[in-house]
């Protein structure tokens, strides 16, 4: 009677979602000696792999990553005859580069990062209309982030320091532009898209009470 084996005592899995049996076959293909025999052997693993994803087995990216992954199954130690060139353990372990965190302005984060986008690309382009027209949209659109943030209302000279804040005092709304768009305006817009989290909790319900209850 053959003793009970459990996983916690088995090797490891290097592909755990061909389970133990392929990984088996894998390894008795190592331990074959005849290069045309292994040949066979691989070919028939391969098929194996495939027919777990029928769906996909005829794909030629597909095939390729298969035999990808019987390399690695092997330890890249598997010498075969394969259609495609077998892939390099020093490529497959190597770490990515470290990504840089995004700064942004802590003090103002409401307004997120594409108001300062914005910003910068606003304080190059040249005096006039085209400008004072960007100017005034990126105040507007700042105004419309601040009540999203906070449902209160808010005055435009508040929008305005900031605008100068963000922008080192290069941007400023022409004065002919002024005021800026309407508080109760801009959150009736907020409300009517559905943004406001309120009004989504409210829709939810409104939706729900309907439902039958098992």
Sequence with gaps: MEVLQYNTKRTQLIIPEYGRHVQIMVNQLMATQEREERNKMSKAIIGIMGNMNPHLRDV???????????????????????????????LL?????????????????????NIKSMINVAKDWEDGDMKNALVYNIANHMKKCFLNWNKDTVQDEVILKHLSELSGGGLVVN???????????????LNKNGNSSKNNHKQRNKRNNGRKRF
């Design 60 to 90: 030629p990216d597909f095939q390729h990553k298969l035999w990808d992954q019987l390399f690695i199954m092997s330890d890249f130690e598997l010498d075969v005859d394969s259609p495609f060139e077998k892939p390099q353990k020093e």
């Design 93 to 113: 372990t190597q770490k990515p580069e470290r990504l840089t965190y995004p700064k942004t302005n802590a003090k103002y984060r409401f307004y997120g990062n």
């Design 175 to 189: 004065s002919t532009d002024l005021p800026l768009t309407d508080s109760s305006e801009l959150l009736k817009n």
